[in-house]
């Protein structure tokens, strides 16, 4: 079963424009991360929020936690060509420090 | 620093056929996990190992699916008899730990059950 969903599940942008993806979660967590997918590749994580945090950036790429509404925001700006792939939202949760991954958003930027 | 190994990248057999994977996860990460994902999902986890030990398998369809981590090191993937419903990617992932640490994911093998 998926704890996460994503939204939008598809989404399609001009290059240099924001591309912002939503992930929604059902129980407490320890943690939320975000990887990519590219094309028939395995999975890369792109970064980490602890359930303590509420914003956290990495590069082009910057990540929103409100635990009150169990949401999440991944945001990435001055989109490329290159970032065109599937983006997951997994989240830690409970003692079994297992990985939930949602369904995932799948991004196209067209040059 | 070569990263999680899997083969075959992709396998094509006959329903009622068997069927292994194998994964070499990164040196030194104690914790490897196996995950389904099927088309346009996220992957679902089959099973983790903490070293040689299966510590998570309650997701894994233990009347065809077995799996074994020799020496806490490489692992595989069985499933016998293959069905229809198998068709899927595979995907090995490893961890320093299991404390919630980040996860470095193999490419996956492609499952065409015929």
């Keep these: ?15 240099g ?19 990519r997918q590219n094309s028939g ?27 009150s509404k169990k949401s999440s925001s991944l945001l990435i700006t001055a989109s490329r060509a290159a970032d065109t792939a599937s983006y997951f939202c997994a989240t830690d ?8 991954f949602g369904s995932g958003t799948q991004l196209t930027v067209l040059p | 620093e070569a990263g999680v190994v899997q083969s075959p990248r992709y396998k094509i057999i006959e329903k009622k056929q068997p069927v292994a994977f194998w994964c070499n996860p990164i040196s ?27 510590v998570d398998d309650s997701q894994l369809p233990k009347d065809r699916f077995s799996a074994e981590r020799l020496k806490g ?13 198998d068709s899927a990617v595979y995907l090995c992932a490893s961890s320093l730990d299991v404390t919630g640490d980040t ?8 499952l065409t059950v015929l």
């Design chain 1, 93 to 100: 949760s409970g003692s079994a420090r297992q990985l939930t």
């Design chain 2, 28 to 54: 030194g990460h104690n914790t490897l996990y196996w995950y389904l994902q099927n088309l346009g999902q996220g992957p679902e986890l089959l099973i983790r190992y903490e070293n040689e030990e299966a």
């Design chain 1, 17 to 35: 424009e924001n591309a912002t993806m939503n992930c929604s979660y059902k129980t407490s967590i320890n943690n939320l991360q975000w990887y």
């Design chain 1, 41 to 67: 590749r395995g999975l890369v994580h792109l970064i980490l929020i602890r359930s303590n945090e509420r914003e956290k950036h990495s590069g082009r790429l910057r990540v929103t936690l409100d635990t």
């Design chain 1, 1 to 15: 079963s998926q704890q996460g969903e994503e939204d939008p599940q598809a989404l399609s942008i001009q290059e």
């Design chain 2, 103 to 110: 996860q470095y994911f193999g490419p996956g093998t492609r």
């Design chain 2, 73 to 85: 090191v490489d692992s595989t993937l069985k499933i016998q008899p293959a069905e229809l419903g």
